[in-house]
Structures are given as structure tokens and as C-alpha cells.
């Protein structure tokens, strides 16, 4: 089992950047895919990254791909997720997530999430 702990949202203007980072327990985080994703007021979760668990291979949603970037530190059990050129519609809150096998559909772990601001 796994426990996930996001940090780093916040209020950014329009073209700004943010560093989410989720942090997790256990000694076991090099097990997991790791993802983030994120939740709209009025809308359904969205996948937004995942990264292997050698970091070796990421994978982006369409709306972000350029944008953002995912990276994990498996010394330090933590995942991070770079957001550059933030527009209002990045507006969400964010959500870390873990899996054994495929973190983009019905990951088994998730964090309380984060909430990130893009005013325009």
C-alpha cells in the first residue's frame, strides 16, 4: 500500500508555471506508475501524465502535451509535475495517483489532491 501527498498548487497568473510535487510513503515506490491528474468544478477527471517506474517513459494528455512535464526521484519517493504556460483552463484540482501495472485507468492509489489557480 501506498500513500500519496501533493504540494506545490497554488494562484498563478495566465502564462505563469507551477511545480506540483507528491510525495510517498512506503519503500515500495519504484513498484508504481505513477500519474497525475486533475478535476474541473462541473467536470470529469482528466488524465493529464504518467511516467514509468524507471522514468524511462512519460505519457501526456492532449491538452498539456508541451506544456507540462512529469518526472519522479525514486531515492526521494516522489513524483513532480512541471506546468509551464499556464492558461485559465488549467484551473483544477490536482490529484497524484499510483498503480502497479497502468496508472490511466483506474489507478488503485490516489492523493487528496491539490488545487492550482490560473487567473486570466
Known amino acids: 500500500q501506498v500513500q500519496l501527498v501533493e504540494s506545490g498548487g497554488g494562484l498563478v497568473q495566465a502564462g505563469g508555471s507551477l511545480r506540483l510535487s507528491c510525495a510517498a510513503s512506503?519503500?515500495?515506490?519504484?513498484?508504481?506508475?505513477m500519474g497525475w491528474f486533475r478535476q474541473a468544478p462541473g467536470k470529469e477527471r482528466e488524465f493529464v501524465a504518467a511516467i514509468s517506474r524507471s522514468g524511462f517513459n512519460t505519457n501526456y494528455g492532449d491538452s498539456v502535451k508541451g506544456r507540462f512535464t512529469i518526472s519522479r526521484n525514486n531515492a526521494k519517493n516522489s513524483v513532480y509535475l512541471q506546468m509551464n504556460s499556464l492558461k485559465p483552463e488549467d484551473t483544477a484540482v490536482y490529484y497524484c495517483a499510483a498503480d502497479e501495472t497502468n496508472v490511466v485507468s483506474s489507478p488503485d492509489y490516489w492523493g487528496q489532491g491539490t488545487q492550482v489557480t490560473v487567473s486570466s
Open positions: 512506503g519503500r515500495t515506490f519504484g513498484r508504481y506508475v
